[in-house]
């Protein structure tokens, strides 16, 4: 049974750090190209980052590069992100989404196979 577990969320003011992870099971983690998205109250489900199965050239949404990275740790079956100078907008339940084969990383939540549950983030002003 494949699982992915979102963890590190929580209650920031703004400028501060979180480092979100998200441990998986049940995959063949170091095949998989994983993805951040989140989702705001009210709004569609964004891309946030991705990192591809090979480990190297993250991809970033416009909002958040040069704030935020992602890495991954075939090793351990886990991604991360490193949330910095965090703003009220970054207010979301982020979600981690594994895309089994893909070479590089997509944007489109449509291409990824397996999500785990999300993880409340919530930067205040």
């Known amino acids: 049974q494949v699982q992915l577990v979102e963890s590190g969320g929580g209650l920031v003011q703004a400028g501060n750090s979180l480092r979100l992870s998200c441990e998986t099971s049940?995959?063949?983690?170091?095949?998989?190209?994983m993805g951040w998205f989140r989702q705001a109250p009210g709004k569609e489900r964004e891309f946030v980052a991705g990192?591809?199965?090979?480990?190297?050239?993250?991809y970033y949404a416009d909002s958040v590069k040069g704030r935020f990275a992602t890495s991954r740790d075939n090793a351990k079956n886990t991604v991360y992100l490193q949330m910095n100078s965090l703003k009220p907008e970054d207010t979301a339940v982020y979600f981690c989404?594994?895309?089994w084969g893909a070479g590089v990383v997509s944007a489109d939540q449509s291409d990824y196979n397996n999500w785990g549950q999300g993880t409340q983030v919530t930067v205040s002003s």
């Open positions: 990192i591809s199965w090979k480990g190297g050239n993250p």
């Open positions: 989404a594994a895309d």
């Open positions: 049940g995959l063949r983690f170091s095949m998989y190209t």
